[in-house]
């Protein structure tokens, strides 16, 4: 049984760690590269068709966004990585961004990292894993985008992102916004981190 949404809201985009929401409430943040499907998996998990902005423009998210869910927990859409459009200058700015609100949030409870089952995961991806470990996040990977390969295509670029990360296929969950498959197996994974499974 998936998570009851009761009520669902932005809060807040942030820059800096004065403007993080102060209300001690546990947070699970979204990682991924640009166009990942970042803001369709907070929406579908949400049961919310535009809370979070979908943009066919990579690279669209720019600050870090807080969402109160169930005015219980917190939602923390990142900024997109390595989208190349992007001006430079604005990619430097994100990287302490990130890594001062991952290193520092207290009730940063996990984070859920997005990866795309039809590209294979760059360096960005494999250094952001290894980051993660060191700094013993607990992190939630998810394959999205799976309704756009057949159920025998889905198996072998699983088994390739798979061998690429040298991580076990049981750790990654396979997403679809659009069927709303691993709705529910994601959730499942989330409410402990939340404490309230």
């Known amino acids: 049984m998936a998570m009851k949404i009761v009520s669902a809201e932005f809060l807040i985009s942030a820059v800096k760690a004065q403007q993080y929401p102060d209300d001690g409430l546990p947070e699970i943040a979204f990682a991924g590269r640009s166009n990942v499907g970042k803001s369709s998996l907070i929406n579908t998990l949400l049961n919310r068709k535009r809370l979070?902005?979908?943009?066919?423009?990579?690279?669209?998210?720019?600050?870090?966004?807080?969402?109160?869910?169930?005015?219980?927990?917190?939602?923390?859409d990142l900024p997109g990585y390595g989208y190349a459009k992007v001006p430079m200058q604005l990619r430097r700015q994100w990287k302490p961004m990130i890594e001062t609100y991952l290193t520092t949030r207290s009730v940063l409870k996990g984070l859920v990292l997005?990866?795309?089952?039809?590209?294979?995961?760059?360096?960005?991806?494999?250094?952001?894993?290894?980051?993660?470990?060191?700094?013993?996040?607990?992190?939630?990977?998810?394959?999205?985008?799976?309704?756009?390969?057949?159920?025998?295509?889905?198996?072998?670029?699983?088994?390739?992102?798979?061998?690429?990360?040298?991580?076990?296929?049981?750790?990654?969950?396979?997403?679809?916004?659009?069927?709303?498959?691993?709705?529910?197996?994601?959730?499942?994974?989330?409410?402990?981190?939340?404490?309230?499974?």
């Open 114 to 197: 997005l990866l795309d089952i039809r590209r294979n995961p760059g360096s960005e991806e494999i250094r952001f894993l290894q980051w993660l470990r060191q700094h013993r996040l607990a992190s939630i990977l998810v394959l999205t985008k799976v309704d756009k390969l057949s159920k025998n295509k889905q198996g072998q670029r699983q088994r390739q992102i798979e061998s690429a990360l040298c991580i076990p296929a049981s750790h990654f969950i396979l997403f679809s916004a659009k069927s709303r498959q691993g709705k529910q197996t994601l959730w499942r994974q989330i409410e402990p981190l939340l404490g309230i499974a």
């Open 52 to 76: 979070v902005k979908t943009s066919s423009t990579p690279g669209k998210t720019q600050l870090i966004n807080f969402f109160s869910i169930n005015r219980e927990f917190l939602f923390v």
